[in-house]
């Protein structure tokens, strides 16, 4: 790749980059919830128990005669009571839906209930689709993590007075890959049932997720295979991720600021990883340029927040779906590049 084509790839990087932590920084306000039509719809719904010739059932009294303004999910078996519907979120939920198709009809656009695009259920499942495509994401990351210890455990050679392997970033991806599997099982969780305690694990897995793959990005880029190098650039980005997973969870659950840091840390990552993929001749520098490519077109349709199709696809769930093909990439890139580092050090041992 000559010079003039690297250069173009960076300038074709940074100004995607720039544009989409722009995007990332500018808020967009919830309009539904200021619906005048949608609050006296949820007050209704509230006060009576019912909309229009339908009763919701999270409003109507129990049995045992307790008041209809406690949480109504108390009364549920135990393996119900984890959602955390009541009367409340019920009435939001269906007048959020009532109002959308009324705004369909008069071929207006969905707008945000509560800082959140209007989603259609499924069952038990909040986000249906976004639930699974996480899921997916969670099995492709499991099998590439198992293939990447089955291939350095028993593929190829180990070193005789130690048994451990020769590649040096082993212990770097395993812990890569738990930390990965975390975040995606939590965003499953999250997508299937949005509470608050689902809500911080998934805030707080995905921020240590991105936060150690800036680390591995950057000890792997830059050829850091001592524990005092290592240590020199883990300390600071662990201390400030720690710091920001605490006051998401102890001061201030902070969407907005959330998505902004996690944006920061996530173009931060990719352009590490895109300079590298620019510069040096590894086999799987195509892989490394796809899956930085595909993870700026990410951040971006993040950052532009677009609204759901058909009920149940938005923005959101686009970059998760690409997250698949992603995941499968990186990994392949991981074996490929201990295969190579294998190779490369028992050529200077012969």
Not at 44 to 59: F, M, N, V, Y
Not at 159 to 184: D, K
Not at 258 to 265: E, L, P
């Amino acid at each position: 790749m000559g010079l003039g084509r690297k250069a173009s790839l960076l300038l074709l990087l940074l100004g995607l980059l720039t544009t989409a932590f722009a995007a990332a920084a500018a808020e967009e306000a919830s309009e539904g919830d200021a619906d005048p039509l949608y609050r006296s719809c949820v007050e209704e719904c509230q006060r009576t128990g019912a909309l229009k010739e339908d009763s919701i059932k999270h409003c109507i009294v129990p049995t045992d005669d307790q008041p209809a303004d406690k949480s109504w999910y108390a009364h549920e078996p135990l393996y119900l009571q984890w959602k955390e519907w009541n009367c409340n979120s019920e009435c939001r939920y269906h007048c959020m839906m009532e109002r959308e198709e009324e705004r369909e009809e008069l071929n207006l656009g969905p707008v945000k209930y509560h800082g959140k695009w209007p989603l259609k259920r499924a069952s038990v499942f909040q986000e249906p689709f976004s639930a699974a495509l996480s899921a997916l994401t969670l099995l492709v990351q499991f099998n590439g993590w198992l293939s990447f210890f089955l291939l350095l455990s028993y593929k190829l050679p180990l070193r005789p007075e130690t048994q451990a392997t020769y590649y040096e970033y082993t212990g770097l991806w395993h812990i890569y890959g738990l930390l990965a599997m975390n975040s995606w099982f939590w965003s499953a969780i999250y997508h299937s049932c949005d509470t608050a305690w689902t809500e911080k694990l998934y805030f707080s897995s995905t921020a240590a997720f991105l936060g150690y793959s800036l680390i591995l990005a950057i000890l792997r880029t830059s050829s850091l295979r001592d524990e005092a190098s290592r240590v020199m650039v883990a300390a600071p980005i662990l201390a400030f991720v720690t710091t920001h997973i605490l006051y998401l969870n102890f001061y201030d659950l902070n969407k907005g600021l959330n998505t902004k840091v996690c944006t920061a840390i996530s173009i931060a990552q990719l352009l590490v990883w895109a300079l590298w993929a620019a510069m040096t001749r590894h086999p799987s520098r195509l892989k490394i340029i796809f899956v930085a490519l595909g993870g700026i077109l990410s951040v971006f349709l993040e950052a532009q927040d677009v609204p759901p199709r058909w009920g149940y696809v938005d923005g959101h769930a686009v970059c998760l779906a690409m997250a698949i093909p992603m995941s499968y990439l990186w990994w392949s890139f991981a074996k490929e590049d201990a295969e190579m580092r294998t190779s490369a050090i028992m050529k200077k041992k012969r």
